[in-house]
Each structure stands twice: as C-alpha cells, then as structure tokens.
C-alpha cells in the first residue's frame, strides 16, 4: 500500500543515515562523492534521488539503489497526485488501439 504523502527522500538520507553516524553534511558528502551543497540540497528537500545519487547510496550506506529509487518515486507520484484534477487529457478507447495499422 502506498503512502498518500510520503516524506521528502532525504529525509530519510539525513535521518537513517547521517544521523546515527554522527557525520556532518560535509563529511557525508565526502563519503558520497559529491559536494557539500548538493547533499545539502537532497537533505533539505530542495533536489531529489537520481539513479547515480541512488547507487551512491547504496554503496556508502546500503538499502539498495532500487529501494532509494523508490523512495523518490513514491514522492514524485504523490506530488503529482496533488494535482491530478489539473491534469488534462483525453481518454483513448481500447477500439482505437486494437485497431490494425495500416
């Protein structure tokens, strides 16, 4: 079952990994391979998981890249959601797409 409003991932960056380690921003980044400010970013909100960030992840702290990935996802999604009404499109029937192509 999904979450209707799944925490920003890095929160879960700063909280299950940082944290318990006693390890600043800045020497997390190190361990990482990243700058102080994109980590920083990722933990405050303001950027998300992407596939490297998640692999970086998963080697330095473990849990799985795929697990970080769907972290991230199960986040987006539930932004999106947020404004799902505001979405427009229009539906296709199954007629149409089982139709032969000439």
């Known amino acids: 079952m999904t979450m209707k409003n799944p925490p920003h991932p890095g929160l879960s960056v700063r909280h299950d990994c940082i944290e318990p380690?006693?390890?600043t921003i800045t020497g997390a980044a190190n361990i990482l391979g990243?700058?102080?400010?994109?980590?920083?970013?990722l933990v405050?909100?303001?950027?998300?998981?992407?596939?490297?960030m998640a692999i970086r992840l998963?080697?330095?702290?473990?849990g799985g890249a795929e697990t970080w990935l769907r972290?991230?996802?199960a986040y987006d999604l539930a932004q999106a959601r947020q404004h799902e009404g505001e979405i427009k499109v229009k539906r296709v029937s199954r007629r149409k797409l089982e139709e032969p192509r000439p």
Do not use: C, H, W, Y
């Open 71 to 73: 972290l991230q996802m």
């Open 34 to 41: 990243v700058t102080r400010q994109a980590l920083n970013n």
């Open 58 to 62: 998963d080697k330095a702290f473990g």
């Open 21 to 23: 380690l006693d390890l």
């Open 44 to 52: 405050n909100g303001k950027s998300g998981i992407s596939p490297e």
